[in-house]
């Protein structure tokens, strides 16, 4: 007898779903039995108008596999695109069960040559599009709650090490990244009430982003398991997505290959209190003490 499907009956939206991560997350759920909306707008690596339908491409598969799926083309860093995205999920399978955001692309700059619209154009696709499904998302489930019906809602958000740890030349995506975490952390903590249990995750796999920034690192290897694969990370984030995450909200997992590691950051370290005003010159000492008890930060990407 076959072990039943972690997702079957759930209604799942997968924002940029059209490639690389975002692909791999429909299909997996598709695989555990949920109905899939496949989102994305059909972009290059910098955001710009592509020549194909990636969305349309990934329903097929799931379609032709067995399963539903139904695609969405619209811009969810819009206010319209990410409504209609919900109501996308809502008019064809009459209810929304699970949110993962992982739209994004890529304009790497040093920060002095970094333009504003590269700065802009980055942040708003990955930090306006995740804020937007997000609060439709919400309202929905909001909703549902107050008529007496209070959902089993997942959202699954997709930060990086890059917004946990810094990444050179990438200023514009790290500070989206590190402000997806906080946008997670409120999300947790107003939604609970609700139902809706609201995570992060900071992959590392093989996409069109990282396979050029990261090349060396992101090669397909000859033989053996290949811990790039963005097939890797899909797994913890069905599991997120499902019932089975019961009590799981508000943390941060970094995921690779086989790897799994729940993020502790920004506890409070060593403290110095002296009860009255300091001094410049005593609080650069007592500071010196304090770094020197204090751990090490982690090592920022692609620093030399």
């Known amino acids: 007898m076959s072990a039943p499907l972690l997702c079957e009956g759930r209604v799942v939206i997968v924002t940029g779903a059209g490639r690389g991560l975002g692909r791999a997350h429909a299909l997996a759920y598709a695989a555990e039995g949920a109905r899939v909306v ?3 707008l059909g972009v290059g690596l910098d955001g710009m108008p592509g020549p194909d339908n990636p969305a349309r491409q990934v329903a097929g598969e799931i379609r032709a596999a067995g399963g539903e799926a139904v695609a969405h083309g619209g811009d969810v860093a819009t206010t319209e695109g990410a409504a209609s995205l919900i109501r996308t999920a809502l008019e064809t399978y009459g209810r929304l069960d699970t949110l993962v955001n992982n739209a994004g692309f890529l304009r790497d700059r040093m920060l002095v040559n970094l333009d504003e619209e590269d700065w802009d154009a980055v942040l708003r696709v990955h930090l306006k599009g995740h804020f937007l499904p997000l609060k439709h998302a919400a309202a929905h489930w909001r909703a549902e709650a107050k008529a007496g019906r209070t959902p089993v ?7 990086s090490g890059a917004g946990l740890l810094g990444s050179v030349g990438q ?8 402000g997806i975490v906080g946008l997670t952390l409120v ?14 995750i900071a992959p590392a796999a093989r ?13 397909t290897p ?3 398991f290949d811990a790039m ?3 890797n990370v899909s797994p913890l984030v069905v599991w997120l997505g499902s019932a089975a995450s019961a009590g799981v909200t508000g943390r941060v997992f970094e995921t690779e290959g086989g790897r799994i590691t729940v993020m502790e950051g920004w ?15 005593e609080a650069g000492e007592a500071t010196l003490k304090l770094l020197a008890e204090a751990e090490a930060p982690g090592a920022v990407y692609g620093a030399q």
């Open 38 to 40: 496949v989102n994305d």
């Open 153 to 159: 809602a997942r959202v699954v958000n997709t930060s």
């Open 171 to 178: 200023g514009n995506y790290s500070a989206a990244k590190a």
């Open 187 to 200: 999300a947790a903590a107003e939604m609970g009430r609700y139902g809706v249990q609201v995570n992060a």
């Open 207 to 219: 996409t069109r982003m990282t396979e050029r920034t990261f090349a060396e690192a992101m090669a």
């Open 222 to 224: 000859g033989a053996g």
């Open 229 to 231: 694969a963005p097939e």
């Open 267 to 281: 506890r409070p370290g060593p403290t110095a209190d002296r009860g009255a005003r300091w001094t410049p010159s």
